[in-house]
């Protein structure tokens, strides 16, 4: 990197980054990190070089030498950034392999809707009782058996 004047508050901070030691990217990203600080531009000089260039906001002024720290220290963990993600990269393919294997796989079905043995032995005690509650109500009149209002119902006379 260019060294600009130090300590001294100016309107342009320019820096001059070798892409054999920043790749682009990297360089890319710590600018803008700052882009809060001031406004960035960033041009390629030459195949192996960058120049980033910060001018402050509207209204304000740039430390050259804070700037220069700062845009430093956002390269330096740009780098670390970019060396844990390469090295993680394996880890991210199989957690995403796995993901999309969980996704494509079917569900279960869901379990047929029947009855325990328990509640197919109540439901038989229940039909047998109405069965035999049938015969007994048809053979002592011949006829169809009451409604509940017929046989319980108010003695009013009216007939719902």
């Known amino acids: 990197m260019s060294r600009?004047?130090?300590?001294?508050?100016?309107?342009?901070?320019?820096?001059?980054?070798?892409?054999?030691?920043?790749?682009?990217?990297?360089?890319?990203y710590a600018a803008?990190?700052?882009?809060?600080?001031?406004?960035?531009?960033?041009?390629?000089?030459?195949?192996g070089s960058v120049e980033v260039t910060f001018s402050p906001a509207p209204g304000g002024k740039l430390d050259a030498a804070a700037l220069k720290k700062a845009?430093?220290?956002?390269?330096?963990?740009e780098a670390l950034r970019a060396r844990v993600f390469a090295l993680n990269a394996g880890l991210r393919e199989h957690l995403i392999l796995r993901?999309?294997?969980?996704?494509?796989a079917k569900p279960a079905p869901p379990p047929e809707p029947g009855l325990t043995p328990e509640q197919e032995r109540e439901l038989e005690a229940l039909i047998a009782s109405v069965e035999k509650e049938i015969k007994q109500?048809?053979?002592?009149?011949?006829?169809?058996?009451?409604?509940?209002?017929?046989?319980?119902?108010r003695k009013s006379g009216k007939k719902n």
């Not at 803008?32 to 195949?47: E, I, P």
């Not at 845009?71 to 963990?77: G, P």
């Not at 993901?99 to 494509?104: H, K, T």
């Open 4 to 28: 600009p004047r130090s300590g001294s508050v100016i309107d342009k901070v320019p820096f001059i980054v070798k892409l054999a030691e920043h790749p682009l990217d990297n360089v890319r």
């Open 32 to 47: 803008y990190a700052l882009s809060g600080v001031a406004r960035v531009a960033l041009a390629l000089k030459g195949r």
């Open 71 to 77: 845009f430093k220290r956002e390269l330096q963990d």
């Open 99 to 104: 993901a999309m294997a969980a996704a494509a």
């Open 137 to 153: 109500e048809s053979a002592a009149g011949g006829r169809a058996a009451a409604t509940w209002e017929e046989r319980y119902g």
